[in-house]
């Protein structure tokens, strides 16, 4: 679905999505007790699933179960897989109670979380229940620094992120003033610490650093002292609700100063917050792997996605292209086990919907081309800016 599509038919797909995950069920649930082969294998979805980052959560289902539909007779190993979805809200404290609750009955493994706080929070105790867990959309560098042989990431560092943010900024805005916006969270403090550091590599500072409550109802008090500055242009890192406030009323006010920020713009939650003052705000976002990945190994990926209402794209594709790594590591190791998975999943490449990709020793994605792209959005469409 396009961003603009109304939140009522996201809803509805998802309902839909749900009825058939609960048909999958029960014509799965046998009047006898089941043989081992005939036990369903578990994979759970966590992520937010209400709240300003549903639409996230929503992707996830939608490339989790698009990656589901393409087993043949809808067996691994003989089993059957069985779906089910949590929701820890991307908030920290909710991800580890909600963690907990789940090794209670462990699945086999937890594509998630969708936050980087949640999924830092969450993943050592996974780890300590031998859980695999492969995130669609952390960016952190210490989800992948924790020392957890078990978790992977389908995207790219914030680091990595940082630094094509500062290199934008050294590139297209010299001799500017430069000011960054932020909350008090861990991607947002992350990801503009980087850009920060890699500025300084270009010998130039911020003017002026803005940090902020995320979930505020205005943010005119910030764009007044970035315009007291006579900052040039804002480097704005939040939530896409709280992105899309600002940009919303920063035209509002006829903010003089340009706007550049980062993945969380792809959210539909940003383009019906922020309206028309979306349009030619420069973002960086996950590499749109249907111009990059080979037709071959994306087709029918993308038939799949498109056949549950959503476009292929985003996190959708992330989720997907987690699902497939796990179905072939568990496929090489001929086991479900953690280790014996992971271990497999880091023998050699795999072909994905992303292209043929492979993983460092600390689950690090590593692809054939940039992990992140440039892009803006134009009368409601994501357009690529290389």
Aim: hydrophobic share 45%.
């Amino acid at each position: 679905m396009t961003p603009c599509r109304s939140l009522v038919s996201l809803l509805t797909t998802v309902t839909i999505i749900a009825m058939l995950n609960s048909s999958v069920a029960q014509a799965q649930r046998p009047d006898a007790p089941p043989s081992d082969n005939a036990r369903p294998i578990d994979l759970a979805i966590v992520g937010p699933m209400v709240g300003t980052s549903f639409y996230v959560g929503m992707q996830f289902i939608a490339g989790v179960n698009a990656a589901i539909s393409t087993l043949t007779d809808g067996t691994l190993l003989g089993r059957p897989v069985r779906i089910k979805e949590y929701d820890d809200r991307c908030r920290q404290a909710i991800a580890e109670k909600l963690s907990l609750e789940i090794v209670q009955q462990p699945p086999h493994v937890i594509i998630g979380h969708s936050c980087s706080a949640t999924t830092i929070a969450a993943a050592p105790v996974y780890a300590a229940h031998d859980i695999l867990q492969i995130t669609p959309s952390s960016t952190a560098p210490a989800v992948t620094e924790m020392g957890i042989s078990s978790i992977f990431r389908m995207i790219g560092r914030d680091d990595a992120q940082g630094q094509m943010a500062a290199d934008w900024l050294a590139t297209h805005h010299s001799g500017e003033k430069l000011g960054f916006f932020r909350s008090f969270n861990d991607y947002s403090m992350g990801l503009t610490n980087s850009a920060i550091a890699e500025l300084s590599n270009h010998g130039i500072e911020p003017t002026l650093v803005v940090q902020s409550a995320a979930s505020a109802t205005s943010y005119l008090n910030e764009i007044m002292q970035f315009m007291a500055a006579d900052i040039d242009v804002v480097y704005l890192v939040g939530g896409a609700l709280d992105s899309g406030v600002f940009v919303r009323q920063a035209r509002q006010v006829a903010a003089p100063f340009n706007i550049i920020s980062s993945d969380t713009l792809v959210s539909s939650i940003f383009m019906e917050t922020a309206g028309a003052a979306a349009d030619g705000i420069p973002f960086t976002s996950p590499a749109d792997v249907t111009r990059l990945a080979d037709e071959d190994l994306n087709g029918s990926a993308v038939a799949a996605i498109k056949s549950l209402g959503f476009d292929a794209e985003g996190y959708t594709l992330l989720a997907y292209a987690a699902t497939e790594v796990w179905l072939e590591g568990v496929r090489r190791a001929q086991s479900l086990q953690a280790e014996a998975v992971a271990n497999a999943i880091r023998a050699e490449p795999l072909n994905t919907v992303l292209g043929t990709i492979s993983f460092e020793a600390n689950g690090d994605i590593s692809t054939p081309y940039p992990a992140f792209s440039w892009f803006n959005w134009q009368a409601g469409q994501r357009v690529p800016l290389d």
